[in-house]
């Protein structure tokens, strides 16, 4: 099945610095990639997602990018303030969902720091 | 339009019981997916139904298991609970339409399952 690696785990930055969030999948076949946010008892809320046959995807301050060759993805998010601050997921899914649906990375908890 | 709800929000049982979760997908979504939150494991999959029937499912033993009615809304139940159960169950509608599962998961805000 799919596998997906997150990092790091945890992120501190300076409110307004620029934050990056990477995760690798390692099925090939996978073919949309969701980020969602989580906060404290809150289910995950999606802030963006790309599909296979797309490099990069941007809106406003959140923007992610995918590598297919190197099997990656990013989330970039710009002018970070503390409403960001947050759990963040990445996840990669198989055309037709498979055995696992959704895989998720561990998350990436951002810390933004005034 | 009314998000993924899902009832209860907290649940406390005891070990050997069962317990029953519900989700009511956003208006017109047809696919409910279920998904298992806990600190080690982080979120897994538990299964999806489509059309009242159950189309993907995750390595979870048959304790778990769910149901789909006509009208979308879904039933979990998990039967002789553990103490390892306790965890957020968190339940994803989507449209389905492409067939292939790669349509956007709209999470609800997860029932919290306490097994003692």
């Known amino acids: 099945g799919e596998n997906v690696e997150q990092h790091p785990s945890t992120l501190s930055v300076q409110e307004g610095d620029s934050a990056v969030i990477k995760c690798t999948y390692s099925d090939s076949a996978s073919n949309y990639f969701p980020w969602y946010k989580q906060e404290l008892g809150k289910g995950p809320q999606l802030i963006i997602d790309?599909?296979?046959?797309?490099g990069e995807k941007k809106d406003q301050r959140i923007a992610v990018t995918l590598n297919k060759t190197a099997k990656h993805f990013s989330l970039h998010i710009t002018e970070t303030q503390p409403e960001d601050s947050a759990v963040y997921f990445c996840a990669a899914i198989l055309p037709g969902g498979g055995a696992d649906g959704l895989t998720f990375g561990k998350g990436t908890h951002l810390i933004i720091q005034p | 339009k009314a998000g993924v709800t899902q009832t209860p929000r907290y649940l406390i049982k005891t070990r050997g019981q069962q317990v029953t979760l519900s989700c009511s997908p956003i208006s017109g979504h047809r696919s409910v997916s279920w998904y298992q939150q806990t600190p080690g494991q982080g979120l897994q999959f538990l299964f999806e139904?489509?059309?009242?029937?159950?189309?993907n499912k995750g390595n979870f033993p048959g304790r778990f298991s769910g149901r789909q009615f006509s009208n979308s809304r879904s039933e979990m139940n998990v039967s002789t609970l553990e103490l390892g159960d306790s965890a957020l169950y968190l339940c994803a509608s989507s449209l389905r339409t492409s067939g292939v599962g790669t349509d956007t998961q709209y999470f609800g805000p997860g029932t919290r399952l306490t097994v003692l």
């Open positions: 790309i599909r296979s046959n797309v």
């Open positions: 139904y489509f059309s009242e029937t159950q189309r």
